[in-house]
């Protein structure tokens, strides 16, 4: 048996801004019934010992203005690394290796498509993820411990988000790796930080359906492989991407209740747009579900604020426009105040997501005039001011407001921690607000 994570030690570590913004507050939604959020993850238990004053995290890129030669790889390579988005020269590069018989060129084709797909199916999800990872500090990090990691990994940070929504809850950062330095974990290492008994595990393979392993599945696991984590669900297990050995480039599920490894035979992008897949099934089920509720019964304002709330992540305003008069209508009919702040939070937040902030905050003063102690209203509006961001001193005011109504709402303490520390508040200020 294992000891869980200690949680303790993971949430006062440095934190860093929340994934797409340093803002952090967060609506108790009927969403998480379709996300399934009651896993419990950490983030990675490495960033528990990062050091942030690391200089592998703050590296620059280059900015090139002039043109490049396309007669050697490295100059194609600094071209990519200072556009790291750009299909365009990828597929150049693909080209010209192609013509020199250089098999790496389908792969790099492969994985332009791969990323695309991905990119199309967060979209569609309304998934956020942190800001791209700079090329310059992954190739300082690899330089430095002499490791090199996964390709399809690479394009994944520094094209799409090192970090945010992913399998188990979370998607750890590579920036936990780079800030603590160090490059991976072995086998024996990461059994001991949980404290597992036992020998090194041998690998459980995990094959879809009854097909018979290939001739290059390994059958065991060798101790000196190293891999990062990539997720996990607390004292359960953690799912991490083998970068050393002759398992570079694998996904494996790693038991800790049980000691084992299970070898899904998957690489990083198979394995991360086989969740967006699974992501977006459940939400066109979630989606029919309420639909079919909604034929049966018309005015069922929970599973019309429902539909509601699914438009409004995906960013289907004009659906969400239509179906918010209904259920307007609804909540007048109703005359339940409850179902008034709804509605009324969900216009405000669709005025939001169209940056209609001067709408957002008459419709809210409006709100809060008639319901002064609802916590949705003091949320959406406390979001509104640091959207916005204009004026501070008021966004400061709601947060306090939102915080006396609910003192254990984390996100708000982190959002006014975040808040006054650009205001270069006192030490002290900042401790009392300190969240653990």
Known sequence: MCRATNLVAVLVAVERSPIASQ????????????????????????????????????????????????????????????????????????????????????????????????????????????????????????????????????????????GGAGPDGRLFPIQDYIDAGRPYFRVREFYEFYECMGPVPEVVPLREGSEPPTADEPDNCDPEDGFIELSNVRAHYSQCLVVTGKNRGKVWLVMLQEPGIMVTGRTFLDWYERWLDGELDRLAKHEASLQERLAEEPNSLPAGLQLAELYLRQARLPELDRLLERLDGQANAAASPEARIEVLALRARVHLARQEYPAAKELLRTGLAQFPDSVYLWQVQSHALLQEDKDPHAAEQALRKLIELQPDNAGARRSLQTLLSRQSASPNVLLQLKWD
């Open 23 to 162: 803002w952090s507050i967060d609506y108790p939604f009927r969403w998480s019934s379709f996300r399934g959020t009651g896993q419990q993850h950490d983030r990675s238990w490495l960033g528990a010992f990062a050091d942030t004053s690391s200089p592998l995290g703050v590296s620059e890129r280059r900015n090139n203005g002039g043109s490049f030669m396309f007669d050697n790889e490295a100059a194609f390579r600094e071209e990519i690394e200072a556009e790291p988005d750009n299909d365009g020269l990828r597929l150049r590069f693909a080209d010209w290796l192609e013509q020199r018989g250089d098999t790496r060129a389908e792969a790099i084709r492969a994985r332009c498509h791969d990323i695309k797909r991905i990119k199309e199916k967060l979209g569609r999800l309304s998934y956020r993820l942190r800001p791209p990872q700079i090329a310059a500090a992954i190739r300082a990090f690899e330089s430095k411990h002499g490791v090199t990691l996964p390709e399809d990994y690479v394009d994944f940070l520094v094209r799409v988000g090192d």
